[in-house]
């Protein structure tokens, strides 16, 4: 067991885990972040994807104490006093999710993406959300959500 200090969603918590626990379980079982899922847990699906210095990262696939020094931020702290981000209204705006399990996933890994292309072509989406699996097949409006909120 360690003690690691995280800065996640503008704040500092620390927690006492096992150096190799990955930093979605921190999350979900440590700080109740839950708006992070377990999918597959072996980096293939996207569901529990964060962000680490703003860029999209697998935190099932994480260990905690990589992340410790950076600057995480998880689906629960895009949004900014009550204020929806581009990508999150945009989502609302197409009726993106469907069973929606994998859609904190899907909303990280399209804003890390918007953050480094603001106008992406659906290639460039599809490639970079890629990692990101949806079993109710909603690639259609997430793709069309990402050109909204890249507007
Ligand atoms: Fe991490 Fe599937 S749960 S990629």
């Known amino acids: 067991m360690s003690q ?71 689906i629960e702290g895009l949004a900014k006093n009550g204020k929806l981000t581009p990508v999150q209204e945009a989502w609302i705006e197409h009726d993106v999710p469907q069973c929606g399990y994998c859609q904190a996933g899907q909303i990280m890994s399209a804003t890390a993406l918007l953050a480094n292309n603001r106008k992406p072509s659906d290639s460039e989406i599809d490639a970079a959300m890629s990692g990101n699996l949806c079993r109710c097949a909603t690639y259609t409006r997430i793709r069309e959500a990402i050109h909204t909120a890249a507007k």
């Open 4 to 74: 690691y200090t995280l800065h996640i969603n503008g704040t500092t918590r620390t927690v006492d885990v096992a150096d190799d626990t990955p930093l979605l379980w921190v999350l979900r079982d440590h700080l109740g972040l839950v708006g992070t899922k377990f999918g597959c847990g072996k980096g293939l699906c996207g569901a529990c994807t964060v962000h680490l210095n703003g860029a999209a990262m697998r935190s099932c696939q994480l260990p905690v104490g990589a992340a410790a020094s950076g600057k995480i931020t998880t």
